[in-house]
């Protein structure tokens, strides 16, 4: 039974678990309400930069999540019409030496997994499966509704529940997600039946017109996740619509035969409409405040929706410990310290998107040609120089 002490947490994926686990370390009771039995089915991969892995170190998932975890060695980017290497990220121990914290990969299901076994541990945490939560309604706590009548009262609560939220309408009823006309496709094949450059530790990344390509080893190697992204389909709620291999490779008509091969090798294809949401004014109302993708979604350029909404789960915890009997206060400055930091991943996601997706037409062309020799241009070490405001922050040691 929840006591009224308890910060309920409306959905268990990866921000709502990591939030349970974050004030579970600052000994506050958490109480996560989700609506499936905690499986993640989405079969994709996820990277997660040090900014992330500090994060999940502190909170004691970074060690179980470890044997599934793969190292990039670098990013290499390619030009998907040519075929040609552009430029080199590096990652592995140079970037570990640089922020403190490893870059890994690692397959959703296993991040997801590695989280609810450190929750189902926690002393403070309560896990409550088959949970949709409906209703939303405040007094001197919060009381919500789930679909089959229950409620659940605590002294506060997160909206963790995704894109698609149900707290946000409570709390922002004029925030509707949009369709930003893009797709991302993806799949998962075995590493030993790829040739190189597939095969190489490496996360591969390739732009083109109007669509990227990114592969990566996840299952500690053993697998690549692959996601393709076009400027195209669509607009479906979900991310595990099932999709013809045709639909996909339809996209890549004029790339060169490399990655197309690459295309052709992975067997089954899922598609994921990209969806955005408007910035909206406030992100809490009253003891209710909101976390991750119902807050702040990001497109999928960066690889970072999961990195803020795992380092939103420790602002926050920290933010309530320290005000732990006025949590309006401290939603109030958790919104102030994160949501700067949300924007402008937000906006250089974008930014990046556009920039792979050059090369439609005379003038677009053109720049793309100055892309590419400009990223040929900047050294390895500046390249990576250019991401310590992301992977540098939040600090070492706090
Ligand atoms: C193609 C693609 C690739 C990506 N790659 C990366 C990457 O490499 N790195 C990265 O950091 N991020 C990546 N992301 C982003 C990342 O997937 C999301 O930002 C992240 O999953 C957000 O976590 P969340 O906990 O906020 O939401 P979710 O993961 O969506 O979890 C929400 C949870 O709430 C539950 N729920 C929903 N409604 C209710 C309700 N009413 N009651 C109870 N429970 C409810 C759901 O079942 C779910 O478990 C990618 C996204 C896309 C589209």
């Not at 997994?113 to 945490?125: C, S, Y």
């Amino acid at each position: 039974m929840t006591t009224p002490q308890a910060v309920l947490i409306a959905g268990g994926g990866i921000g709502g678990l990591a939030t349970a686990i974050a004030l579970d370390r600052k000994d506050i009771e958490a109480h996560i309400l989700e609506r499936s039995n905690f499986a993640e089915e989405s079969g994709a991969g996820i990277q997660l930069g040090p900014n992330a892995t500090r994060v999940l170190r502190r909170l004691g998932v970074l060690d179980a999540l470890e044997p599934q975890t793969f190292r990039p060695r670098a990013v290499w980017l390619f030009d998907g019409r040519t075929g040609k290497k552009l430029a080199t990220v590096p990652l592995g121990d140079v970037a570990e030496e640089r922020y403190g914290a490893p870059y890994v990969t690692a397959h959703r299901a296993d991040l997801h997994e590695a989280l609810r076994i450190v929750a189902a541990d926690a002393p403070h945490v309560m896990l409550t499966s088959n949970a949709t939560v409906t209703g939303i309604r405040e007094d001197d706590g919060v009381s919500i509704t789930g679909s089959d009548g229950m409620t659940w009262q605590g002294c506060a609560l997160v909206g963790a529940d995704g894109i698609w939220s149900t707290v946000r309408r409570w709390v922002a009823p004029d925030a509707i997600p949009a369709f930003t006309g893009a797709t991302a496709f993806r799949s998962l094949t075995p590493r030993d039946s790829l040739p190189e450059p597939f095969s190489l530790p490496i996360v591969g990344l390739w732009l083109g017109p109007r669509t990227h390509l990114v592969h990566y080893p996840v299952r500690g190697g053993a697998a690549v996740n692959i996601v393709a992204v076009t400027e195209a389909g669509e607009k479906e709620e979900g991310w595990n619509n099932a999709v013809e291999q045709q639909t996909v490779l339809a996209n890549f008509s004029r790339w060169t035969q490399t990655p197309i091969d690459l295309l052709d090798a992975a067997p089954a294809w899922r598609a994921w409409s990209l969806f955005a949401l408007p910035a909206f004014p406030t992100w809490s109302r009253g003891r209710t405040t909101l976390l991750g993708d119902a807050a702040h979604p990001v497109l999928p350029y960066l690889a970072q929706g999961a990195g803020l909404a795992i380092e939103d789960a420790a602002t926050l915890a920290e933010l309530l410990q320290q005000i732990r009997a006025e949590p309006t206060q401290a939603f109030a400055t958790y919104e102030t310290i994160r949501r700067p930091r949300a924007t402008r991943v937000q906006v250089v996601s974008k930014r990046l998107g556009r920039a792979y997706h050059l090369g439609d037409g005379v003038f677009s062309d053109l720049i793309r040609v100055s892309r590419n020799a400009i990223l040929g241009l900047r050294g390895e070490e500046a390249t990576l120089r250019g991401f310590d405001w992301l992977y540098g922050e939040p600090n070492r040691s706090g």
